[in-house]
């Protein structure tokens, strides 16, 4: 489903034709981008995933608020156009660099200024996203790289420009995956489950223990909030592969939302989730219930902070967190106001997450959705 | 006790010469020490210099100058010289040596009441120096000037020439030009005179005023041509009477007639008074309209004058006696000597109190020059003089600080004057010291009113200022950014980079310039 990249070419150009038109017209130009706001989001109870709304926003030229930002996507549609023409793959560090200039100019008072067309990368990369929308094609097929974070281990066989890589065979370390795994080939897969781990730390602890041979798994992590290759990665395994996925993450909202990015997609990025949701992930732990259940001593249990609460009272609303198993914790977290980390489980041994907390979720099917 | 009834009580009962009671009393009259017998010689000379010119709707050209003759004693001369009409030879001696010589006594609004002010002058610097005035005068077409030297006797309140001599008038001169060697600190009263003379310039914008002063030079050219219309000479309105007053009145119709009725007095006499009025008073006020005023004893003269104060169906008194400077010429005045970026004046209708009328001018000047100030600046007048002391008790102070200016879009600190200008018969000034105006409620309504109107121009002004500031904002904010814009699209479409950057400035100057004051938003 990759698209030429002729095709991707002629998409942005359309978008600044469109532009140019009216320019030459002499009409206001504007720029008519979906808008990507949680009032904008979508939840398909069906599919399960959240799905980017009707809604477009006008970015005009001459609306004092909006002009900026129009000037920030016209330029950074022409540093995408250029990479295109030229056969270049930027990161999207490298489009923050590329696009950024000074523009002097006078103030009311007539005093000369500077100002810059972006002042930092949070700027550059959110145009990123609108013009993703705008033009309907994600930034990874637009040839747009990133520094990826996420890593994978198990028995897992790839090819990638022509070389064979045996996830199995990664010694202490483990396979990076690459920013658009999409380009990759998974030849093969031997594994009954896929372990995500929010956290990096328990990743290599279990890697160390070498977790996914005992278990006949893959163990993946996207060191917190993943990025979206890990986020395909996993929905490839998933898609292509059956594999059933759980995810493990610290108990805190924090933690359950990074879940539900796995499994639903992200309000910010809810356009893409058709390709990075996967909508039967499972939770397993660590649950809001578990601090009692697994009576995690008191020295492990952390108070919750204002901001916790805050998140949990708005995850609370969110139309993917109302089955009953998460209100229920959702719930119990609001009324406890009690927080733990994956680590707490070591309260009962450095053991007992591997041999014992894991397996018997998945064995007793103790993980909610 | 007025000081008018001290005067008169003086001259008839203690045989006490005005000259020698005003001798005795001058810190009444301004003279108190001499920074403010410097200021106020000043003053008494610029004024009657105004009178003699404007009155006769002649452009007054009015030279200031003040120089030391002893530094170490404080001794200065100042002299003022005019364009006026002169002052007829056989005059000149009563008007500056004689205590209550005047042509001024009469009903119409000029700048000093009585015309006592220069004879003050006169007899404070005879009294500190010894000198003489020295009076240059010559009328219009008058082939000679005259030159006189007078100083004041005191006990006889007579004046005594000291010299005279005639000069022939080869150059067509007319005016007055007055002289006086006084005891006088300029270092502490000059900034007080500076300030006169700038806000003189200002209320007087058909006058050319020039100043001179040790270390100082100033010249405010005139701004206009135009005079407003002098005061015609007014009758008094029965309800301004005092027994004082009308003892005079009746003494001023004897002279002249024979036996006068009351009714014909009335008539005669009184501003607004007809047959039918003075009938229907001299029946509410239980008097025979055909009673000779002679036979009035001084008990029914008392009681007729608090009659006439108390009736309350006389008609409003006519303003004609009045003569305010007009929004026009008000707002050439400010403009001239603050150099605001915005002045909007009102001159109100004419009102009364207590049967005096009155007529209230107000202006408002913001930015340009005017400093930004804490509270708005206030630049008071009374017929024309500009009031530089106890402003803090006067009438107009009340009124702006009663004022919430934030509801005309003010913010202070503010670059804000306010001008007031009261003209009237009868300035209702606060005590002795005539540098306050007094809160009279016909008077302060009338500020009020004046001062809301101007602060809804100045609101109104402001108000578009800001428009234009955002338009000009809105116009630099979205223009910075067409060289970016131009560049990526040029980049993207091939076509020249100079070509969309003339497009997309057009439809800026199109829409946010020209279109202006719309929302942000186009189309």
């Known amino acids: 489903m990759s698209l030429s990249d002729k095709e991707i070419i002629k998409r942005l150009e359309a978008l600044a034709a469109k532009v140019a038109a009216q320019v030459m017209r002499g009409r206001p130009p504007y720029i008519e981008i979906p808008v990507r706001s949680f009032s904008n989001t979508i939840w398909d109870e069906k599919r399960k995933i959240l799905r980017l709304g009707p809604a477009k926003a006008r970015r005009e030229f001459l609306d004092s608020k909006e002009v900026k930002k129009f000037m920030q996507t016209l330029l950074m549609l022409s540093l995408i156009v250029t990479a295109r023409r030229e056969g270049d793959y930027p990161t999207i560090r490298d489009l923050y660099y590329m696009g950024k200039h000074t523009i002097t100019y006078r103030d009311i008072n007539g005093r000369p200024r500077k100002e810059e067309t972006w002042n930092e990368q949070r700027e550059s990369n959110s145009i990123i996203e609108d013009i993703e929308v705008a033009v309907g094609i994600l930034r990874e097929d637009m040839g747009i790289m990133h520094d990826a974070k996420g890593k994978m281990v198990g028995n897992v066989i790839i090819r990638s420009k022509g070389h064979i890589i045996d996830c199995s065979k990664m010694g202490i370390g483990a396979y990076a995956i690459p920013p658009n795994p999409d380009r990759l080939e998974i030849i093969k897969v031997e594994a009954d489950y896929v372990l995500v781990i929010e956290k990096d730390a328990i990743f290599e602890r279990l890697n160390q223990e070498e977790f996914w041979k005992r278990e006949n798994c893959v163990l993946i992590t996207g060191k917190g909030q993943p990025d979206r290759a890990t986020r395909r990665m996993v929905r490839r395994l998933w898609e292509e592969f059956g594999l059933p996925i759980y995810v493990l993450t610290d108990a805190d909202p924090y933690g359950w939302y990074i879940y539900s990015v796995y499994r639903s997609g992200s309000i910010s990025l809810s356009y893409e989730s058709e390709k990075l949701a996967c909508p039967e992930v499972r939770f397993i732990g660590v649950a809001a219930s578990d601090i009692e259940a697994y009576k995690i001593p008191k020295n492990y249990v952390i108070i919750a902070t204002d901001r916790d609460l805050k998140r949990a009272n708005e995850m609370m609303k969110y139309p993917w967190f109302q089955s009953e198993a998460w209100q229920h914790e959702l719930k119990l977290f609001l009324k406890r106001k009690e927080k733990v980390e994956i680590e707490a489980l070591s309260g009962h041994g450095f053991k007992f997450l591997s041999n014992v907390y894991i397996p018997e979720k998945i064995e007793k099917r103790l993980w909610i959705i | ?523």
């Not at chain 2, 009263?189 to 700038?198: C, L, T």
């Not at chain 2, 007048?381 to 102070?397: M, T």
């Not at chain 2, 630099?476 to 990526?488: D, F, L, P, Q, V």
């Open chain 2, 1 to 523: 006790m007025t000081i008018l009834d001290e005067l008169l009580s003086a001259e008839e009962f203690r045989g006490l010469s005005p000259a020698e009671f005003f001798y005795r009393n001058r810190e009444i009259a301004g003279f108190s020490n001499p920074v403010r017998a410097l200021y106020q010689t000043v003053r008494e000379l610029v004024e009657n210099s105004l009178d003699a010119t404007e009155l006769y709707r002649i452009l007054p050209d009015i030279h200031v100058r003040i120089s030391y003759v002893s530094r170490e004693k404080n001794i200065v001369k100042v002299s003022v010289r005019d364009n006026g009409i002169g002052i007829p030879l056989k005059e000149v001696p009563n008007v500056f040596g004689k205590v209550f010589y005047g042509s001024k006594y009469k009903l119409r609004q000029s700048r000093g009441v009585f015309g006592l002010g220069i004879k003050m002058a006169v007899l404070y610097a005879q009294m500190t120096t010894g000198s003489p005035v020295l009076v240059r005068t010559a009328s219009p077409k008058s082939k000679n000037v005259h030159e006189f030297q007078i100083l004041i006797d005191i006990t006889r309140n007579e004046p005594i020439v000291v010299s005279y001599k005639t000069m022939n008038n080869t150059r067509g001169w007319h005016g007055t030009h007055v002289e006086l060697t006084l005891e006088g600190n300029w270092s502490s009263a000059r900034s007080r005179i500076v300030e006169y003379i700038k806000r003189t310039a200002l209320i007087a914008p058909y006058a050319s005023i020039s100043f001179e002063g040790p270390g100082i030079e100033l010249s405010f050219p005139r701004a206009t041509k135009k005079i407003p219309v002098p005061p015609s000479v007014g009758k008094p309105h029965p309800r301004g009477v005092d027994i004082e007053l009308l003892k005079q009145l009746i003494a001023y119709v004897n002279s002249s007639n024979q036996a006068v009725t009351l009714e014909d007095f009335l008539v005669k006499v009184f501003d607004g008074v007809g047959r039918k009025t003075a009938r229907s008073f001299l029946k509410w006020a239980g008097y025979g309209p055909a009673i000779s005023i002679d036979e009035l004893s001084i008990e029914q003269l008392d009681d007729l004058a608090r009659k006439m104060k108390g009736y309350g169906k006389w008609r409003r008194p006519r303003p004609l006696s009045l003569s305010p400077l007009g929004e026009e010429l008000l707002v050439k005045g400010v403009r001239k000597i603050l150099k605001p970026e915005f002045v909007t004046a009102i001159t109100r209708k004419p009102s009364s109190y207590g049967g005096y009328p009155f007529v209230v001018e107000v202006a408002i000047a913001w930015g340009g020059d005017i400093p930004s100030v804490d509270r708005p600046l206030l630049l008071r007048f009374a017929n024309k003089i500009p009031l530089l002391y106890d402003e803090g008790v006067d009438v107009s102070r009340k009124v702006i600080d009663g004022i919430d200016w934030s509801v005309y879009k003010i913010k202070f600190p503010a670059p804000l004057a306010i001008i007031t200008h009261l003209c009237s018969t009868k300035i209702p000034f606060k005590g002795v010291g005539k540098e306050a105006i007094a809160d009279v409620p016909e008077v302060e309504r009338e500020l009020e009113i004046a001062l809301r109107e101007t602060a809804r121009r100045l609101k109104r002004h402001i108000s578009r200022i800001e428009r234009q500031y955002e338009v000009k904002l809105r116009y630099i904010t979205i223009n910075k950014y067409i060289g970016e814009i131009a560049r990526a699209l040029s980049v993207i479409t091939g076509k020249e980079s100079k070509v969309f950057e003339k497009k997309l400035s057009e439809i800026v100057e199109q829409k946010v310039l020209k279109g202006g004051g719309r929302g942000n938003e186009s189309l």
